[in-house]
């Protein structure tokens, strides 16, 4: 597989907690996420510390092609755990994040995907989206709280906390939605599937950062979307990202928990394309 991709921290001076890698036949995206405000947390370590280890665990399982993709984020949820449960307590929380696993074998695509990143495909029927909408769906139920002011386009204290606490209460949860953190059984909840070559002639793998024009600001489309990356290429995409973003600067028309998110952008063509 050929693949092109951009990612942008949130904030200039803040670390990128996204993550992405890919070898010949698999690409691995990750959108971190810290513990949620006044939670416990038994972690030592931040939020790219654990992206970038579960990352390279998934990495490295996908390879084997005699894993399944779910085998792969539950392995690598293990080893991540046991590579800190000696210096942390794992048993009061940690950070948490999305996956995307695609793997390429012969003439097909094998795809996982566990919370709100979005994994696009465009092919002979159409465009499709998958993505694991359902703490997108509480997300907007629980958006009013965040009302967002002043010049600094920080969202009140008291109602991000308010926020934060309403969605931890779904996460991990029956009825709720799903990341991944400590509990490797996370990793039976996620959608898989398979793409022929019919169906994938361009994959796009997008963080919720970067998918927000389309299913956070509904600009567009995700057949203009997926043309859009195709033509300008993942960095030009971000840059559409950032514009959007820019033009409600305190969140208002938007409601969201922050102004910039880390935003990724990875472009796959399969093989056989």
């Not at 959108?31 to 939670?39: T, V």
């Not at 390429?104 to 919370?115: F, K």
């Not at 606490?165 to 059984?185: C, I, K, L, Y």
Request: glycine content about 8%; aromatic content about 6%.
């Amino acid at each position: 597989m050929f693949v092109s991709i951009a990612t942008k921290p949130g904030e200039p001076d803040r670390e990128n907690e996204d993550f992405f890698a890919a070898t010949s036949n698999v690409a691995v995206l990750l959108d971190g996420a810290a513990a949620p405000i006044d939670a416990e947390n038994g972690c030592s370590h931040g939020v790219a510390w654990f992206v970038q280890h579960l990352g390279v665990r998934c990495l490295e399982a996908a390879i084997d092609s005699t894993n399944t993709l779910p085998d792969v984020l539950r392995s690598a949820i293990m080893q991540v755990s046991a590579s800190h449960a000696h210096s942390c307590d794992l048993s009061a929380g940690s950070p948490s994040s999305s996956a995307i696993i695609l793997r390429e074998q012969g003439d097909r695509l094998e795809y996982l995907v566990l919370a709100d990143s979005v994994l696009v495909a465009r092919g002979q029927a159409g465009t499709r989206a998958i993505t694991d909408d359902r703490g997108t769906v509480l997300a907007d139920q629980y958006s009013p709280l965040l009302a967002v002011v002043g010049e600094s386009g920080k969202t009140h204290d008291v109602a991000l906390k308010t926020y934060a606490q309403m969605m931890s209460e779904h996460r991990n949860s029956p009825g709720g939605f799903w990341v991944a953190n400590t509990d490797p059984d996370v990793a039976g909840h996620a959608l898989t599937g398979v793409l022929g070559r019919e169906d994938a002639q361009i994959v796009a793998l997008l963080t919720d950062g970067a998918s927000r024009p389309v299913d956070r600001f509904d600009l567009l489309s995700w057949d203009y979307a997926i043309e859009e990356l195709a033509a300008g290429g993942p960095k030009q995409w971000l840059r559409r990202v950032r514009r959007a973003e820019q033009e409600d600067p305190f969140a208002e028309r938007w409601p969201r928990t922050n102004v910039h998110d880390d935003a990724t952008a990875a472009i796959v063509l399969p093989e056989w394309v």
